[in-house]
Nanobody, 116 residues
């Protein structure tokens, strides 16, 4: 069974930075593309960034140039460095392992609030 735990969310002013972490148990981590999603109040969950097992990355247009996704396979951890945060970045950020829909491949989410 996979366990996925996010951390690092919080309250930050516009223009500020945060780094989210996602620790995932199991050998599946090293073989899997890892994803960060977010869900704002009243909106659908959207893909923010992804990093493949070989380190290739993809980003939503709305975060390109501001967010950086990375992974440390030795620690079974993926990170999301968020800079120049905007109010519209507010939401619950979720980590997903491998693109699987089952609940066990998702973390519980971490709240990011960008507000002055």
């Amino acid at each position: 069974q996979v366990q996925v735990v996010e951390s690092g969310g919080g309250l930050v002013q516009p223009g500020g930075s945060l780094r989210l972490s996602c620790a995932a148990s199991g050998s599946i981590f090293r073989l899997s593309t890892m994803y960060w999603y977010r869900q704002a109040p009243g909106k659908l969950r959207e893909l923010v960034a992804a990093v493949s097992s070989s380190g290739n990355t993809n980003y939503a247009d709305s975060v390109k140039g501001r967010f950086t996704i990375s992974r440390d396979n030795a620690k079974n951890t993926v990170y999301l460095q968020m800079m120049s945060l905007k109010i519209e970045d507010t939401g619950v950020y979720y980590c997903n392992v491998g693109g699987y829909a089952q609940a066990e491949y998702w973390g519980q989410g971490t709240q990011v609030t960008v507000s002055s």
